[in-house]
């Protein structure tokens, strides 16, 4: 799993959030927020982007 995700999944934990909860906010299903977190569906950046959106978080990359 990479860092990234883990640290989408503990923001959701610290803010006391269901998978059911990120999901409604990205507009998508519990069980795709469930095959994210567990690592059995490796998402697009646009879906990373859109479970950080719904914990609060702002991602950005560096490029370099």
Known sequence: M?????QLIQRRKD???SQEDV???M???QSTVARIECGARSPKL????RFAD???CHLA????
């Open 46 to 49: 646009e879906t990373i982007e």
């Open 2 to 6: 990479s860092v990234i995700i883990e």
């Open 23 to 25: 999901a409604r906010r």
């Open 61 to 64: 990359l560096d490029r370099n």
């Open 54 to 56: 719904a914990v609060g």
């Open 27 to 29: 507009k998508t299903v």
């Open 15 to 17: 803010l006391h959030l």
